[in-house]
Structure formats: C-alpha cells, structure tokens
C-alpha cells in the first residue's frame, strides 16, 4: 500500500525557516520522482520542488528557488523540504505526491508532472 505522510509544518516568522518531511512506504524512491506541492487559499495548487528517483536531478519553482532545497534519506524512507528565508506568501498547505508516469523532474518545468499518490498535506503560516 502506497502512503506518503508529511510533518513538520506550523508556524514561522517572516525569515525563518523549516523544514518539511514526507515519509513514503509501499513503493521504492528509486522508481520514482517525488515532489512537493502547495496550496494556498484561492489559489491553484502548485509544484514547488520535484526530486528524481535517483537524486540526480531536481525542480525548484522560481518564487522558492534559492531558498528552499529538496533531498532525501533513503535509509529512512524520507524526502525533506528545507526551507529559509520564508516569506508570507509561502503560507499554504504542503503535500508531497509521487510521480506516478516519470523518473525525472523533467515534467515539472512543463507542468506536464503526473503525481498519482498524494499525502494529507502539512500546513505552513508564515506570519509576524
């Protein structure tokens, strides 16, 4: 059974950091890309970063591009989303999904990514 569960959010002042984790079972990473999503709001959901099943290569949004850094502990079973320099407008909730058609993040700069399991979601409020 394939499940994937974040932690780690809350709340944060503005120019703080966190960090996000998303623990998968019932698949191997090495099959797959894993990515982390956000949704505020009224707004869309959007990708924020992708892994690829080999950690060779990764995606990162613009607006977190710089301040946000993907990896993963495959002892366990763990991708990570570290987070600095947060903003408000990184207030939203937090899934991380796996790629259900791709190894790569290549997908993700074409927003063409396929995500076919999805975690609950963990919240993050940057706020003064």
């Known amino acids: 059974q394939v499940q994937l569960v974040e932690s780690g959010g809350g709340m944060v002042q503005p120019g703080g950091s966190l960090r996000l984790s998303c623990v998968y079972s019932?698949?191997?990473?090495?099959?797959?890309?894993i990515g982390w999503f956000r949704q505020a709001p009224g707004k869309e959901r959007e990708a924020v970063s992708c892994?690829?099943?080999?950690?060779?290569?990764?995606y990162y949004a613009d607006s977190v591009k710089g301040r946000f850094t993907i990896s993963r502990d495959n002892a366990k079973n763990t991708v990570y989303l570290q987070m600095s320099s947060l903003k408000p407008e990184d207030t939203a909730v937090y899934y991380c999904?796996?790629?259900?058609?791709?190894?790569?993040?290549?997908?993700?700069?074409?927003?063409?990514?396929?995500?076919?399991?999805w975690g609950q979601g963990t919240q993050l409020t940057v706020s003064s």
């Open positions: 999904a796996r790629d259900g058609i791709v190894r790569n993040c290549s997908p993700y700069y074409s927003g063409s990514y396929s995500p076919d399991y």
């Open positions: 019932g698949f191997t990473s090495d099959d797959y890309a």
């Open positions: 892994l690829s099943s080999w950690a060779d290569n990764t």
